[in-house]
């Protein structure tokens, strides 16, 4: 059956979820467009879950291991499942997915398909099963539970071959069907290229859409668990949201057209494309996804969570966040400060509907099953609608007194599909309306956050534009509390040289200064070099030291026309005079994991840094970076 066939069968039989009981003669409106699956329906409950990246890497400090990678490095000193769940829930997660296996093929199960796995490591004398004890620790919380694993393989020497499609097959079986029931089960999107692969060192490059015949792939996942969402390629449950910064489109439609996907629309998705693929837009606390602890003083404030919030759940996505353990296996103290006042805050925030009380009416109704109080009762299978003709009309809610709320949330009935283009909401305040939010889509929902807290008695929700009649399953209203700012950590780290007291000396470009604030989210941005005319920086170090290398962070703020560089050329100075090479290089894949790049060299007495950069990562009009740092030995 081909990937296309098999996602209009979905579409075609998606309204799984029973309509509200028909009354006084009224039917229900027909689906419009394309609808969730059993499976997605379910998925778009979960609304917020969080990612564990645990492996090699966090052993070797790097982001993508080689795979050479010997599994006695994989050694926790106080692996703590239960601490890992609590941090994440709470932060409000509803859900964990682990990393089962990254791209340097070590497996965190005890597998007999490879060696290169965790019965081969110290963890337990070799008895150790990280998969086991997450899917205990998640469950015993109340949490659902989720696997990834790296399609791509940098250990196994038949990778690029047909026997390691076999092997990748056999491994999902193994998880499929070992540690229960799974809510999503993950694919990467980076596959072929260097590696180890066995010995052979080499460059091994794929057509991924052929090589692993991915609608068979998924097949067999929903095979053995047919209530795990698939998620990436074409024919998967859910799509990537482009971006690794956590940004959603405005708007972000949960559909796309049936073909392969395409990074540009899979940001926004497309309005009234035929396949349901909505988007999981993910991020991670840190810089990296992986834990290092250069980057203990760079997690994400309990503020910026909140944005992301908005930005991901807020525009009808599904938020998901990243916490990686440390080398001791628990998520840093910091860290789980953070997650607590986040998830405090929110919890504070939408335990009382302030809308309950409200009277609904409407400029029309479909009938007593479908009328403009069911947007109040607190369910999501039941919605207010008009006739099918009616496709612009506004409900309004008469607010009891003394409500102060900041916050709107709406929600559409899904099972009929995204029936609503664009919408406004006005509100009554000292007897005048007026217009405080416009925006297109609503989808699984949209929340909008007015700048300062209204006390208004009348809200009115206006439909602008339709193809087809409203089905609002929700109105909801919320005052949002604050989290409790979180103070920033001591860096424990004693390679990491702070840059308290670092200046740039000469820049390529104006703006220099913004590569040792310490903000990864501020970024220096440039002309797009060439090896004739290259972008450089030179950095004083405030004091001669031992340094021992650098740290390159690109900037995951979405721009257009720029990338990171694609390599480096280093130099060091103890005088700002006399220069003396220290590395030459390239970026493993910067453009696309936008994740912190470290790079060692011999140990000698600097104070000044060097870099230069000769051309961008991609075609690009403009170079951007957000951060350099630097370590000793």
């Not at 309509?19 to 969730?36: D, E, I, N, R, Y």
């Not at 196994?156 to 056999?170: L, N």
Request: net charge neutral; glycine share 8%.
């Amino acid at each position: 059956m081909t990937d296309l066939t098999r996602r209009a069968l979905i579409a075609a039989g998606a309204a799984t979820t029973a309509l509200p009981a028909l009354a006084q003669g009224s039917a229900a409106p027909k689906p419009w467009g394309a609808t969730p699956s059993k499976r997605q329906a379910a998925w778009h409950m979960r609304e917020q879950y969080a990612f564990i990246h645990f492996s090699i890497n966090t052993f070797t400090d790097r982001e993508w291991g080689y795979g050479d990678e010997s599994p006695t490095l994989f050694n926790p000193t106080d692996f703590d499942a239960d601490q890992i769940v609590a941090a994440a829930k709470a932060g409000g997660m509803r859900g964990i997915i682990l990393t089962a296996k990254h791209h340097d093929g070590f497996c965190l199960w005890p597998t007999l398909l490879t060696e290169h796995c965790i019965r081969n490591s110290p963890y337990k004398q070799g008895k150790g099963d990280i998969v086991g004890e997450m899917e205990k620790a998640t469950r015993h919380a109340g949490l659902a539970f989720g696997l990834y694993l790296s399609p791509w393989d940098r250990n196994h020497a038949e990778y690029g071959r047909p026997a390691y499609i076999d092997y990748y097959r056999k491994q999902i079986v193994e998880l499929c069907t070992r540690y229960g029931e799974l809510f999503e089960f993950w694919f990467d999107g980076a596959n072929g290229g260097d590696g180890f692969y066995g010995g052979a060192r080499e460059t091994r490059k794929i057509d991924a859409p052929k090589y692993y015949d991915w609608p068979s792939i998924i097949a067999l996942v929903h095979q053995h668990q047919p209530m795990a969402c698939t998620f990436d390629p074409y024919g998967a449950d859910i799509r990537w949201v482009g971006n690794e910064d956590g940004v959603a489109g405005d708007p972000c439609w949960p559909t796309m057209p049936a073909h392969p996907y395409v990074q540009s629309e899979g940001n926004s998705g497309v309005r009234g494309a035929p396949l349901w693929w909505p988007a999981e837009t993910n991020t991670s606390i840190r810089p990296g996804w992986f834990y290092h602890a250069d980057e203990d003083a760079k997690v994400k404030s309990p503020a910026r969570l909140l944005r992301y919030f908005d930005e991901s759940v807020g525009r009808g996505t599904n938020m998901h966040l990243n916490i990686p353990p440390d080398r001791r296996g628990r998520v840093a103290d910091h860290d789980v400060a953070v997650l607590k006042s986040f998830g405090a805050a929110q919890a504070q925030t939408y335990a009382r509907d302030l809308a309950q009380g409200a009277v609904a009416h409407a400029s029309a109704e479909r009938g007593r099953a479908f009328a403009a109080s069911k947007v109040l009762d607190g369910r999501r299978d039941t919605y207010w609608s008009t006739p099918d003709g009616d496709t612009t009309p506004t409900l309004t809610l008469d607010l009891p007194p003394g409500r102060t709320f900041d916050v709107i949330r709406l929600r559409e009935y899904l099972p009929l599909g995204v029936r609503v283009t664009k919408f406004a909401i006005d509100l009554e305040e000292g007897g005048q309306w007026r217009t405080v939010a416009e925006h297109e889509c609503i989808s699984a929902q949209r929340i909008v956050r007015l700048p300062k807290p209204s006390s208004a008695r009348r809200l009115r929700l206006r439909i602008v534009d339709a193809p087809a009649c409203p089905a609002i399953s929700e109105i909801s209203l919320f005052r949002q509390v604050q989290p409790v700012a979180v103070a920033p950590p001591k860096v424990t780290d004693p390679t990491i040289i702070p840059q308290r007291g670092w200046s740039i000396v000469t820049a390529s470009g104006p703006g220099a200064e913004k590569l040792i604030d310490g903000d990864a989210q501020t970024r220096w941005t440039v002309p797009s070099p060439t090896a004739a005319n290259p972008a450089s920086v030179t950095i004083d170090l405030g004091r001669v030291l031992p340094l021992a290398g650098f740290s390159l962070t690109p900037s995951r703020t979405i721009a257009k026309d720029t990338a990171p560089p694609r390599g480096y050329d280093a130099e060091t100075s103890a005088d700002g005079k006399t220069w003396v090479p220290a590395a030459t290089g390239e970026f493993g894949n910067i453009a696309y994991a936008l994740a912190t790049q470290r790079v060692a060299f011999a140990v000698r007495q600097a104070r000044y840094l060097r870099l230069r950069f000769a051309a961008p990562a991609i075609p690009a009009g403009n170079l951007t970076v957000a951060e350099v740092g630097a370590f000793t030995g």
